[in-house]
């Protein structure tokens, strides 16, 4: 991969995994939904997050597609 700077984690996930249509068929979910993540109209949900982790093999980690859930998904950085 190359040193891409991306908009969102989600962005970067999106192009790790070859496109919306390619993510959402490894994660399960439609292309719509993967879309409206991208764009920020809906929050990937916690279960999700840990799909498309895995859909990238870790690349884009569920903290960074959602910083807002840190007692689920702590920030490796932030352990007690």
């Known amino acids: 991969m190359t040193d891409e700077v991306f908009e969102s984690?989600?962005?970067?996930?999106?192009?790790?995994a070859g496109g919306q249509s390619s993510l959402a068929k490894?994660?399960?979910?439609?292309?719509?939904?993967?879309?409206k993540w991208v764009r920020g109209i809906k929050k990937v949900s916690p279960v999700h997050a840990v799909a498309v982790s895995n859909a990238v093999n870790g690349i884009v980690k569920p903290h960074e597609l959602r910083p807002d859930l840190p007692t689920l998904?702590?920030?490796p950085g932030n352990e007690v």
């Open 9 to 16: 984690p989600m962005a970067k996930a999106v192009y790790v």
């Open 26 to 35: 490894k994660v399960g979910v439609t292309q719509g939904a993967v879309w």
């Open 73 to 75: 998904f702590p920030h």
